[in-house]
């Protein structure tokens, strides 16, 4: 069974930035893409960026380009996701999901495995 369990959200005042984090188990993740989606409230869940595990290849939003960086450790089966310059539009509930899959996608339904999700809070 794969486990995903995210960390490092928190409170930051607007333009500075934090580092979230989703370590996974349950799995060799060679074949997998893990993605990084957040739901603020009353909003839809939306793709933030995702990583295809076995080069790297990396696919963001475009409200997060530049701003936001998508890495992983293969030996802590752990993915990064570095976000620096927040915004008054990034505060969310981020959630790490994995998908069997070596495309990577945007579409929340071609995940298979969520995390419970951190909170990011931004102050202005």
């Known amino acids: 069974q794969v486990q995903l369990v995210e960390s490092g959200g928190g409170l930051v005042q607007a333009g500075g930035s934090l580092r979230l984090s989703c370590a996974s188990s349950?799995?060799?993740?060679?074949?997998?893409?893990m993605a990084w989606f957040r739901q603020a409230p009353g909003k839809e869940r939306e793709f933030v960026a995702a990583?295809?595990?076995?080069?790297?290849?990396?696919l963001y939003a475009d409200s997060v380009k530049g701003r936001f960086t998508l890495s992983k450790d293969n030996a802590k089966n752990t993915v990064y996701l570095q976000m620096n310059s927040l915004k008054s539009e990034d505060p969310a509930l981020y959630y790490c999901a994995a998908a069997q899959r070596k495309i990577a996608t945007m579409r929340s339904r071609d995940y298979d495995y969520w995390g419970q999700g951190t909170q990011v809070t931004v102050s202005s």
């Open positions: 349950g799995r060799t993740f060679s074949s997998y893409t």
């Open positions: 990583i295809r595990w076995s080069d790297g290849n990396t």
